[in-house]
């Protein structure tokens, strides 16, 4: 893991079309001050501390950049109608717990994270926690029934991903 910062996850909704923009900042303070960009007239709603990373194989050099993904967020089962909730219940037999890789918004708009930079990020993380006899599977936010009334919780450090089932809070 290289180029390791912390940051905030921004959430920003249009009051002229009503979406809904997440993206990450490097800034510790939250933009309080609306925008307009793109044709939409933003709002700030929240914020919410993580981290930005991107991977660097120690064996050939190669770099895989995330600038697309936002941050990462840990299923709490809190609806269980959505996608997430019963892949994570499925997979708990398994000690196996649900990432979602939250991407940049509106969907519509923004690129997304590419499927094979998530299997990259779900083969590092399971390398990191082999010790721990636990897994990790990431998910794209695409699953997520509504991102916008999800309580999962924002990764906000690395540890936060490492920590064993039970240590969690």
Known sequence: ???????????????????????????????????????????????????????????????????????????????????????????EPEVTRICIALGCRPIDERRQLPREKI??????FNQECKSLKSKIKIVPHEMVKSVDKCYAKVIKDVEMLFMAPSEEK
């Open 119 to 124: 299997a990259i990020l779900q083969d590092y």
């Open 1 to 91: 893991m290289v180029n390791v910062a912390s940051g905030l996850i921004v959430m920003k909704k249009c009051f002229h079309c009503g979406k809904v923009s997440t993206c990450f900042t490097f800034h510790n303070k939250p933009p309080l001050e609306p925008c307009y960009e793109e044709g939409h007239f933003w709002n700030f709603m929240e914020g919410d501390s993580t981290f930005h990373f991107d991977l660097k194989c120690t064996r050939c050099g190669t770099l895989v950049k995330f600038d697309e993904l936002v941050g990462l967020m840990m299923c709490t089962r809190c609806d269980e109608t959505c996608e997430v909730d019963i892949l994570s219940r499925e997979l």
